[in-house]
């Protein structure tokens, strides 16, 4: 009798965690069609998905888009919303991964020196091209935020671990604090002799989307994609990792190296969006708090959730960064911030009163 | 179901040795009780043979030494219950019970049919099946204690460690933990070793005592033989009367000093 009624419980589970997955998934999709209808330039937005429609294969839609206007939504609009996508998701499911592995809901993804790191590359990248016309072969820019981010996480870790008691997470968050403030010292000593770039720093810390090309998500991809897989992959060992590193370890979960690995793949795809999109902040905090107020604290469905979300959240974040004060762009981190706080602090407020 | 045994065991943290030496062979369902003073070693004892803190010599289950490098196969053989479990409020008891089969699932696959049938028998042996559902935040003292039990329980290991099980348990869940323990091992066979800081409590479970001191040992054998004033004075500095009850059970009994 028991036994019947605890596998009615655990099916109920399920049941509602299907329904979590749908709905995200549904508002993802809705959020990248509107994504795709909006914008200062281009077709009317009810043209457009009668044109996705018409370029579905064996349906044929007279939608009235010209090849100009599917032009502007193909090659402007399509890759900000997609890069909005994988931006977000990677923040996110990077920003759960770090607070499951250090154990601590403060935690973002920029903790060991990720936003220092790249931030630094991308002030020595604007410094050294000011004053002349652009004359790489390749823009360089991403490709150093990247190694800026990669070898302040790694220069955390080595210190960390070297210096810190075998098993203390403390001594490399600590590490991270001075890696992150070094780099942020350089950059400022840097910012200081070339004022003129202070501008471009500036706007480039606080996020973008607006310049993004296929070409940014083709350079990406495959970061991300390694990095969400990887992760993914460790969702029930997070889980197992909550009752603590001992307890962990007595349950047979080799705890160092899980950690490394996790910190290591959201490492990889925090630094490889924050190269192409610059410091976003917030998406990684708030997102997966919102999923663990949502559907509960576990990381097999936070960490999927996550991602799907986290896309949602950033698509939708990024519309109104469009046309605010259009037709000039208002900064993503900018958006995020506004709208994202104040409805994280009512969903904080309707839980505890449901409670 | 299995023997245990510790062959010079030694533990030191930062060169500073905890526990010297320490031999000991366990048959297959015996309880085993550590006591001793704070520090004197009874916790890294059990923290080393548990895979959690460096240690020389070696631990065997039924005469395979523990390789130093699995924690899935110690976890297979030992299960830990620690002094201060690390609790997440918000999960709740049936996906904290789960937790204990992880030495049985590959790395990134998820629970078979099996380690769901182990839980759910694990929680109604424990009575728990009342509390499935429920976080584990809303819970009592004396039942997350039987919860976290279930877990070591799920793990299906035939050596139970129990650091201090009952220190922070009022005097009725004490003695409803230290019976379902001592239930378990008579049911299972289960082998089990626990440090305890009541006297008392461990004189009436435990098949032996063993009385650390300074990372040694200094006594062991059954409570009448253990427990005695002269030793506990010398080793705790403890003014202390032992009672004799005619079933057989000491009874520790702490003295005022006179005031000077």
């Not at chain 2, 060169?15 to 369902?29: C, K």
Request: proline share 5%.
């Amino acid at each position: 009798m028991s036994a019947l009624r605890t596998s009615d419980v655990s099916a109920r589970g399920t049941d509602h965690q299907f329904w979590w997955f749908a709905l995200s998934g549904v508002l993802l999709v809705c959020m990248v069609l509107v994504g795709l209808m909006i914008g200062p330039a281009g077709p009317t937005w009810w043209r457009i998905p009668l044109e996705l429609l018409n370029r579905l294969p064996l349906i044929s839609v007279d939608s009235g888009v010209s090849a100009s206007d599917w032009n502007i939504v193909w090659q402007i609009r399509a890759p900000r919303v997609v890069l909005a996508v994988i931006v977000g998701s990677t923040l996110s499911i990077s920003g759960a991964s770090y607070q499951g592995v250090f154990r601590n809901p403060l935690v973002d993804p920029y903790l060991l020196g990720v936003a220092a790191g790249a931030g630094l590359g991308a002030t020595v990248v604007f410094s050294l091209q000011s004053g002349e016309s652009s004359t790489w072969f390749i823009d360089p820019l991403p490709l150093i935020a990247f190694g800026g981010a990669l070898v302040a996480v790694l220069v955390t870790y080595l210190v960390g671990t070297a210096f810190g008691a075998n098993r203390s997470t403390t001594t490399l968050v600590l590490a991270g604090v001075a890696v992150t403030s070094l780099a942020t010292a350089i950059q400022a000593f840097i910012l200081q002799r070339n004022t003129d770039v202070v501008r471009q720093v500036y706007s480039w810390i606080l996020g973008r989307l607006s310049s993004a090309t296929w070409g940014d998500v083709r350079l990406v991809l495959p970061y991300v994609i390694a990095s969400t897989v990887v992760l993914l992959l460790h969702r029930r060992l997070l889980d197992v990792m909550r009752v603590g590193d001992d307890e962990a370890l007595a349950l047979g979960v080799n705890v160092r190296r899980v950690r490394l690995v996790v910190v290591l793949a959201a490492t990889l795809g925090t630094a490889s969006v924050v190269a192409v999109s610059g410091l976003i902040g917030f998406v990684g905090i708030i997102v997966p708090h919102a999923v663990r107020l949502l559907a509960g604290a576990s990381y097999r469905r936070v960490l999927p959730l996550s991602v799907l979300l986290g896309a949602a959240f950033l698509v939708a974040a990024d519309i109104p960064s469009r046309v605010l004060a259009n037709p000039a762009e208002t900064p993503i981190g900018v958006v995020t911030a506004f709208f994202g706080a104040p409805f994280f602090l009512l969903l904080l407020r309707t839980r505890q009163t449901s409670q | 179901m299995s023997t245990l045994g510790f062959c010079n065991l030694g533990v030191s943290y930062d060169g500073v040795p905890a526990v010297v030496d320490f031999n000991d062979i366990l048959y297959s369902g015996e309880w085993l009780c550590l006591i001793g003073p704070n520090g004197a070693g009874k916790s890294s004892v059990l923290r080393a043979a548990a895979g959690l803190v460096s240690y020389s010599g070696s631990v065997a289950i039924d005469q395979n030494e523990i390789p130093a490098t699995s924690a899935r196969w110690r976890a297979r053989h030992i299960a830990y219950v620690p002094q201060s479990p690390v609790i997440p409020t918000d999960m709740i008891v049936h996906d904290y019970v789960l937790l204990g089969r992880n030495p049985y699932i590959k790395h990134f696959a998820s629970e078979s049919q099996n380690d769901r049938d182990v839980v759910e028998r694990v929680l109604h042996r424990l009575d728990l099946t009342s509390f499935t559902k429920r976080p584990l935040g809303t819970l009592s003292g004396g039942e997350v204690q039987r919860l976290v039990i279930a877990r070591a329980l799920a793990q299906e290991a035939p050596v139970l460690f129990l650091d201090e099980p009952t220190s922070a348990l009022d005097i009725g869940h004490q003695q409803q933990a230290l019976e379902l323990v001592d239930g378990l091992r008579r049911e299972q066979g289960l082998t089990v070793v626990s440090a305890m800081h009541d006297l008392t409590l461990a004189g009436m479970y435990a098949d032996r005592l063993v009385l650390m001191h300074q990372g040694r040992r200094v006594a062991e054998g059954t409570a009448q033989h253990v427990l005695r004033s002269e030793t506990l004075a010398e080793f705790y500095g403890v003014t202390a009367r032992v009672h004799h009850e005619p079933d057989g059970t000491v009874v520790v009994i702490p003295q005022r000093t006179p005031s000077l």
